[in-house]
């Protein structure tokens, strides 16, 4: 994914996506169709579940306020629009007692020198296209870099942080460590570190921590649901995240079990319809299943529907879904409805003109789907049509992540959490859910914490080196703003958060800074007179680097 394409993800991202109709009569609502994935739709729905065990829900929090606010330049750097998080210190879960630690942190900016990049080589590396499509890309390429490609360059670091760890006593110790890096599950392939000890890889586990931020009501809105993401925009967020330990206890739990939660499941297959006629008016046919319920009784989840309308005077609601038509990679696929508490009533389904749910809609003949009822436990139910979300989740291929998709268990694990700390299976579930699609739940594009966990021997009165390798993003402001951090971008690290390592120094440097100059810090580098290397305070939390391209 280009810069360009995740400054526009994270933008929209936090925007209202209009969910209410305004026209609408009290006590009714309308959600329409999705133009974004990562937007949810959210309208208020009270319920009450039951049988739901939340056995990792630390770290997050709720309401305005709930994600801290950065510090300014004197103190802490400067607050970014997108805050790409710290570098954290390796810890160690057990066997520690007795050691030392030396750190030492390289920072390399080689991805920022420009590399050429030919129109073959972009070509070639389209493998999903056929040998006719590729030679018409590379023609599109010549046209756009008549000479022959363009330059590339990033604003990634690749981080090195390096320790030495010793052991005092006069016995051999096998220690558990954990390294903390930030990343969300879209992003995990390309942020994930590798561990190596003395040089030779380690054998390493992944735990993952809850959604790292929290939500906010829209701005200048009436409506104080919360509807937004609030993400993190400064160190003291993740202080705050991390200090008392809760979350990394939350990270080393189990991920919800709702085996004991019972479910009705309603299966849409063999939808049928008319081809889609733009002249007609009918640019897709829809289908409609509109049921009666008890709102305080019931919890409807979904998968694959992406229009609803609710009346919670009259206890209606009407769920639809555009037909896939066969070149929709999940064309055929079955849809569900979930229903835990009171079953609904009076299920109806039917074919219209087009998406949404207004009462206004054109009804379409010859549209129709089969509808099958059957009682299982939530957690086979989900894992269900999660394992289709899944295998249908494109947003990993259209971010080059095909390779480095996540274990299914990981993506299951994190959507169950999502539900259950605040999406509709939550008590203090927020608006932005309610409307209970499981595909516009944000368990993959929201940042969290990850943990690495290895074993290290360290012989008594030796030492081990361990290193942690990773490509590092920057903090930025999107480019349409027009702010003091224009062209600039930051980096930072702590000194202490979160380990129980006692450190007997700490350094860091620079590689790699031709053409870069620094703007704010607290480092104490001075490139231009050769000072790229420095010992760094121990009592000094937070250290900050904030560069841009010389002439930017």
Not at 208 to 217: M, V
Not at 527 to 535: I, R
Request: hydrophobic content about 35%; glycine content about 12%; charged content about 20%.
């Amino acid at each position: 994914m280009n810069k360009g394409s995740e400054r526009l993800f994270e933008a929209l991202s936090g925007i209202d996506p209009q969910k209410i109709d305004a026209a609408a009569p009290t006590g009714k609502e309308i959600i329409h169709w999705k133009r974004w994935g990562a937007l949810a739709a959210a309208l208020a729905l009270a319920v009450g579940v039951g049988g739901c065990v939340l056995l990792r829900l630390g770290g997050i929090g709720f309401g305005p306020g709930s994600a801290a606010g950065g510090s300014g330049h004197d103190n802490g750097g400067s607050v970014f629009m997108s805050y790409a998080g710290p570098v954290f210190p390796l810890t160690v879960l057990e066997g520690g007692e007795g050691l030392t630690a030396r750190r030492d942190i390289v920072m390399d900016f080689s991805p920022w020198m420009p590399v050429w990049w030919s129109n073959e080589q972009e070509t070639a590396s389209r493998t999903e296209l056929t040998e006719e499509e590729r030679q018409a890309v590379l023609r599109q390429y010549d046209e756009w870099y008549p000479k022959g490609g363009r330059f590339l360059k990033s604003t990634d670091l690749l981080v090195t942080d390096g320790y030495t760890l010793t052991n005092l006593t006069e016995e051999d110790k096998t220690v558990r460590v954990l390294y903390p890096f930030v990343s969300s599950l879209l992003d995990l392939s390309e942020r994930i570190p590798s561990l190596a000890a003395d040089g030779a890889a380690l054998n390493t586990a992944l735990h993952a921590g809850g959604y790292s931020g929290g939500f906010q009501p829209v701005a200048g809105s009436q409506s104080k649901g919360l509807l937004n993401l609030e993400r993190l925009n400064s160190w003291e967020g993740y202080k705050t995240l991390l200090s008392d330990g809760s979350y990394l206890d939350a990270a080393l739990g189990e991920f919800p079990d709702l085996s004991n939660t019972p479910v009705i499941v309603y299966r849409f297959t063999g939808y049928y319809g008319p081809e889609p006629d733009e002249k007609a008016g009918r640019p897709n046919p829809t289908i409609r299943a509109g049921f009666d319920l008890d709102y305080e009784k019931t919890t409807v989840l979904s998968y694959g529907f992406h229009g609803m309308s609710r009346d919670t005077e009259k206890g209606h609601m009407i769920q639809c879904f555009s037909i896939p038509q066969p070149y929709n990679p999940w064309y055929g696929e079955p849809y569900y409805l979930f229903v835990i508490g009171e079953d609904i009533q009076n299920l109806t389904t039917g074919g219209y003109v087009t998406g949404g749910a207004d009462a206004d809609t054109e009804k379409l003949d010859g549209c129709g789907v089969d509808v099958k009822r059957y009682e299982m436990d939530l957690e086979s139910a989900l894992r269900e049509a999660v394992e289709l979300m899944y295998g249908a989740d494109s947003r990993f291929e259209e971010l080059g992540n095909g390779a480095g998709r996540p274990d299914f268990e990981l993506y299951f694990g994190l959507m169950k959490e999502f539900l259950c700390s605040c999406g509709p299976l939550s008590p203090s579930g927020v608006e932005r859910y309610d409307a209970g699609w499981l595909g516009e739940m944000d368990f993959a594009n929201v940042d969290r914490v990850f943990y690495l966990e290895a074993q290290v021997h360290i012989p008594a009165g030796g030492s081990v080196k361990i290193a942690a390798s990773m490509t590092k993003p920057a903090s930025y402001d999107f480019h349409c703003a027009d702010t003091e951090n224009r062209n600039i971008y930051g980096y930072d690290m702590v000194t202490r958060l979160g380990t129980n390592l006692d450190f007997t120094a700490q350094t860091a440097a620079a590689l790699n800074t031709e053409g870069i100059e620094i703007i704010r810090q607290n480092y104490g580098f001075d490139w231009e007179n050769g000072v790229d290397t420095v010992a760094l305070d121990p009592e000094q939390e937070h250290y900050y680097l904030e560069v841009r391209r010389a002439g930017a």
